[in-house]
Each structure stands twice: as structure tokens, then as C-alpha cells.
């Protein structure tokens, strides 16, 4: 929702707008996706311990200074494969891309490692779903 304002106040402001804005949704595709596939391969491990939610929430804000949305790619030269490996900077340079035009840094090798990061978790959320699938509803 917030890319279509994005879009409707880029439209009426005198904001000068490219064609890159219009591949945000892609970006919001990605963040959905990634959120859905970690979820997923949560939410399994969830019913078998109870406590993991906590350990969730500590992981997350974490994750969250991980991410590179307070500072750019560019700044962190010493992290910077470390950042590359985090699966939401290629979604954020994507976003930064789409926005304001530029990439702070890299793109492609961002967006290969949230790739490869939805792609595993995707096939990890299959594997344990197929696995568990019977013995977890009876365990809730």
C-alpha cells in the first residue's frame, strides 16, 4: 500500500520520477516472498518449541541493525560480505534503486544472495511441512 502512495505523490508533486519507481512492487514481491518462506520454516519449529518465539523477537531487531537501512552498503567496506549474505539487502538496494535511482553499491550480488536465500527457504519450509505435516497437527 505504501508503494502506490509512493507512486500517487510522486505523480503529484513535482518530484522528477523515473522509470526505475516502477519496479518497487518487484521489491515488495521480494520482502513478501522472503517473509512468507521464513514464516513458513518458523512456524513448524514453533509448534515443537514453545519458547522460540522469544528467541524470534531477539533475532529480529538484530537482523533489523544487520540490514542496511540506516547506513549504506557503500559505508561498510570491512562487513560488506557480510551484509551482501543478509537476505534483505537486496531488497533494500532494490528499493534504494527504484526510488532515488541509484544503488548505494552493488545490486546484482544482493539480489542473487536474497534469491538463493528465498529459494532455500522455500525448498526448507517443503521439506519440513512434508515431514512433520501429520505429527504437528496432533501436537497442537
Excluded at 34 to 39: D, K, M, N, Q, R
Excluded at 74 to 94: C, D, K, V, Y
Excluded at 116 to 135: P, S
Aim: proline residues 4%; charged residues 10%; neutral net charge.
Amino acid at each position: 500500500l505504501s508503494a502506490v502512495g509512493l507512486i500517487v505523490l510522486i505523480a503529484i508533486f513535482p518530484v522528477r520520477y523515473h522509470w526505475q519507481v516502477f519496479v518497487l512492487p518487484a521489491a515488495v514481491a521480494l520482502s513478501m516472498a522472503l517473509a512468507i518462506t521464513l514464516g513458513a520454516s518458523l512456524a513448524i519449529l514453533h509448534v515443537y518449541v514453545r519458547d522460540i518465539a522469544y528467541a524470534i523477537t531477539a533475532g529480529m531487531q538484530v537482523w533489523y541493525y544487520a540490514t542496511t537501512v540506516i547506513y549504506p552498503l557503500t559505508l561498510a567496506h570491512e562487513f560488506s560480505g557480510w551484509l551482501i549474505a543478509n537476505p534483505m539487502t537486496g531488497i533494500l538496494q532494490l528499493a534504494h534503486w527504484s526510488v532515488f535511482a541509484d544503488a548505494q553499491g552493488a545490486l546484482a550480488l544482493p539480489l542473487i544472495s536474497t534469491g538463493c536465500w528465498i529459494l532455500g527457504l522455500l525448498v526448507l519450509a517443503l521439506l519440513i511441512y512434508k515431514r512433520y505435516e501429520r505429527v504437528a497437527c496432533d501436537r497442537l
